[in-house]
């Protein structure tokens, strides 16, 4: 299962490094939200995925789930979501003052 988990990461890091290579501001976004997402994948494969019991102290338990590459992505989350919105508010708001979402159009080059 960790191997299938890895692949979906590395998938989701290519078409993400791929989106972000592109021109236009959206798919910029869009890139950084599937890089979040491989990096959450990658946490978790990390973590081993493992079933045990919560991790609380009972008698009679012997194998717990780590809490913690859980709270990494549950953190890593909440700052993906902030980050993404950020993106997308100042991605409208330079599409709306420039007239355009390109990124060459926007540098001032001239696009062809």
């Not at 012997?62 to 997308?88: C, K, N, R």
């Amino acid at each position: 299962m960790e191997i299938i988990m890895c692949i979906l990461a590395g998938i989701l890091f290519a078409t993400g490094v791929y989106n972000l290579l592109q021109k236009q501001l959206l798919r910029i976004v869009i890139g950084t939200g599937l890089i979040s997402h491989g990096a959450h994948l990658f946490i978790l494969t990390m973590g081993e995925l493992k079933r045990g019991a919560p991790p609380i102290l009972v008698d009679g338990v012997e194998s717990y789930t780590d809490p913690l590459p859980q709270a990494l992505i549950l953190t890593s989350i909440v700052i993906s979501f902030g980050v993404t919105s950020f993106l997308l508010v100042l991605a409208y708001r330079a599409a709306k003052e420039n007239g355009t979402d390109n990124m060459e159009q926007m540098r001032g080059t001239e696009y062809e």
